[in-house]
């Protein structure tokens, strides 16, 4: 199995250093992401290991062999490297493009034959832009000629691949399956694969260990709990981040946070408990976060967009399955933490039979004596999909006496006066 092992390395442009003491190994079928701040050495990294940038200390070696004393066109049939950079000064076809990835298999004086047609063609297809080669570069969209540049390295035959931010130019859709298609063949074919990434997300999804680089230096390195931590994250990007576990692929997820709050902004008495779905308490309960309320929320759906936020900000949560009805048992799950909270708010959130027992949570909460606040933006004639249930129920919410506002900074202004009440 192919291995790279990089060694005490230093590198400098000019007399300044941007490369200090970089030691790791990586082995066939690894996938490697190559994080950090700009300016911290992440693409020179990939050009060092690539050979662009010979460092002054230190050694590349492929196999136990030094790269630096291998022959160009033997590097070439080891190492593929895509840049971010993806111009291309004449005018080719796609196909030339990719053909010119099988250059350090041809002898000299040689053309291509059937296989290197055959590998090129392969290539291509993998990256879905085989209907693209007789199309010239030039015509092509950044994301095309971003795969084209893809499928060359891939026509390289590799066992190194050093990519630089693979997907920058790419649609959400083509990042998805390019990334799909790397991942796979890094497992199948035993490549290693070097990429530096921005996103943190994205890494995190197919990486199986990253590097993190600071100021020309290994700041963490290892697997992606190691790495991508709420602690390297503040002191490397000085940003508060939250980092958690998807539920579905399992991989880890970042969510960027504000580095500070308002000087305003205190630590809150009041529990409030959020009654939301279908992606109407977002803005909710990111208003009441930020102004540091402590938040329950209930019933919400996995794979509901309320319920990734909740999830993502750690708020306390009663789930039910995907696309199913509230059970018996979540629904006295949710009537408890109503008995917790000082403060109930319910969202301008549609109802269906399958959430209308949230609604007879907030009336439950009423009769309660809790301070119940209705968000009332679309009628709720527009939102009511049970035949006229969840209109009665609205009937008996304001005939009880709930507080109807129409957005988010009614809200924070009704609980704010419950606070300072509290306070006193």
Same mark, same amino acid.
């Given at each position: 199995?192919?291995?790279?092992?990089?060694?005490?390395?230093?590198?400098?442009?000019?007399?300044?250093?941007?490369?200090?003491?970089i030691?790791?190994?990586?082995?066939?079928?690894?996938?490697?992401g190559?994080?950090?701040?700009?300016?911290?050495?992440?693409t020179?990294?990939?050009?060092?290991?690539g050979?662009?940038?010979?460092? #002054?200390?230190?050694?590349?070696?492929?196999?136990?062999?030094?790269?630096?004393?291998?022959?160009?066109?033997?590097?070439?049939?080891?190492?593929?490297?895509?840049?971010?950079?993806?111009?291309?000064?004449?005018?080719?076809?796609?196909?030339?493009?990719?053909?010119?990835?099988?250059?350090?298999?041809?002898?000299?004086?040689e053309?291509?034959?059937?296989? $290197?047609?055959?590998?090129?063609?392969?290539?291509?297809?993998?990256?879905?832009?085989?209907?693209?080669?007789?199309?010239?570069?030039?015509e092509l969209?950044g994301?095309?000629?971003?795969?084209?540049?893809?499928?060359?390295?891939?026509?390289?035959?590799?066992?190194?691949?050093?990519?630089?931010?693979?997907?920058?130019?790419?649609?959400?859709?083509? #990042?998805?399956?390019?990334?799909?298609l790397?991942?796979?063949?890094?497992?199948?074919?035993?490549?290693?694969?070097?990429?530096?990434?921005?996103?943190?997300?994205?890494?995190?999804?197919?990486?199986?260990?990253?590097?993190?680089?600071?100021?020309?230096?290994?700041? *963490?390195?290892? *697997?992606?709990?190691?790495?991508?931590?709420?602690?390297?994250?503040?002191?490397?990007?000085?940003?508060?981040a939250?980092?958690? #576990?998807h539920?579905?692929?399992?991989?880890?997820?970042?969510?960027?946070?504000?580095?500070?709050?308002?000087?305003?902004?205190?630590?809150?008495?009041?529990?409030?408990?959020?009654?939301?779905g279908?992606?109407?308490?977002?803005?909710?309960?990111?208003?009441?976060?930020?102004?540091?309320?402590?938040?329950?929320?209930?019933?919400?759906?996995?794979?509901?967009?309320?319920?990734?936020?909740?999830?993502?900000?750690?708020?306390?949560?009663?789930?039910?399955?995907?696309?199913?009805?509230?059970?018996?048992?979540?629904?006295?799950?949710?009537?408890?933490?109503?008995?917790?909270?000082?403060?109930?708010?319910?969202?301008?959130?549609?109802?269906?039979?399958?959430?209308?027992?949230?609604?007879?949570a907030?009336?439950?909460?009423?009769?309660?004596?809790?301070?119940?606040?209705?968000?009332?933006?679309?009628?709720?004639?527009?939102?009511?999909?049970?035949?006229?249930?969840?209109?009665?129920?609205?009937?008996?919410?304001?005939?009880?006496?709930?507080?109807?506002?129409?957005n988010?900074?009614?809200?924070? *202004?009704?609980? $704010?006066?419950?606070?300072?009440?509290?306070?006193?």
């Open positions: 199995m192919v291995k790279l092992n990089i060694n005490d390395v230093d590198c400098f442009y000019g007399s300044v250093k941007v490369l200090e003491n030691v790791f190994s990586v082995e066939g079928g690894e996938f490697v190559i994080l950090g701040p700009n300016g911290s050495g992440k020179t990294l990939l050009k060092t290991i050979r662009i940038l010979k460092p #002054q200390i230190g050694t590349i070696l492929l196999d136990d062999i030094d790269v630096y004393i291998m022959k160009a066109m033997e590097v070439a049939k080891n190492i593929a490297v895509v840049p971010q950079d993806t111009s291309v000064a004449f005018d080719f076809t796609a196909l030339d493009l990719v053909l010119m990835g099988r250059n350090p298999h041809i002898g000299f004086f053309t291509e034959n059937e296989k $290197d047609i055959a590998i090129s063609k392969k290539s291509m297809e993998l990256t879905n832009i085989w209907n693209l080669a007789d199309r010239n570069v030039s969209s994301g095309e000629k971003q795969r084209v540049i893809i499928a060359r390295a891939l026509a390289q035959d590799p066992k190194v691949m050093l990519l630089d931010e693979p997907t920058s130019h790419l649609d959400i859709n083509y #990042q998805i399956e390019m990334m799909d790397l991942k796979e063949l890094c497992k199948k074919e035993g490549l290693i694969i070097l990429a530096v990434f921005h996103d943190f997300n994205l890494a995190a999804r197919y990486c199986d260990s990253a590097i993190l680089l600071s100021k020309g230096k290994i700041a *963490s390195i290892g *697997s992606l709990d190691a790495v991508l931590n709420k602690e390297n994250l503040q002191k490397i990007f000085h940003v508060n939250i980092v958690k #576990q539920p579905l692929t399992s991989s880890l997820y970042v969510v960027p946070l504000s580095t500070s709050k308002p000087e305003t902004v205190r630590p809150k008495n009041l529990t409030v408990h959020v009654v939301c279908g992606g109407t308490g977002v803005s909710l309960i990111r208003t009441l976060s930020k102004h540091n309320y402590r938040l329950t929320t209930g019933v919400l759906n996995v794979l509901d967009s309320d319920y990734d936020v909740v999830s993502t900000l750690g708020i306390p949560v009663v789930s039910e399955a995907p696309f199913s009805e509230i059970t018996e048992e979540s629904h006295r799950a949710n009537l408890n933490k109503i008995d917790n909270a000082k403060a109930v708010v319910l969202s301008n959130t549609p109802f269906g039979y399958g959430n209308l027992k949230n609604l007879e907030v009336i439950a909460s009423l009769e309660k004596g809790v301070t119940t606040i209705v968000v009332d933006k679309t009628p709720i004639q527009e939102r009511d999909f049970t035949g006229g249930k969840a209109q009665a129920l609205y009937m008996e919410l304001k005939d009880k006496g709930a507080i109807f506002v129409k988010c900074d009614h809200v924070l *202004s009704i609980l $704010d006066t419950l606070e300072s009440k509290i306070g006193k």
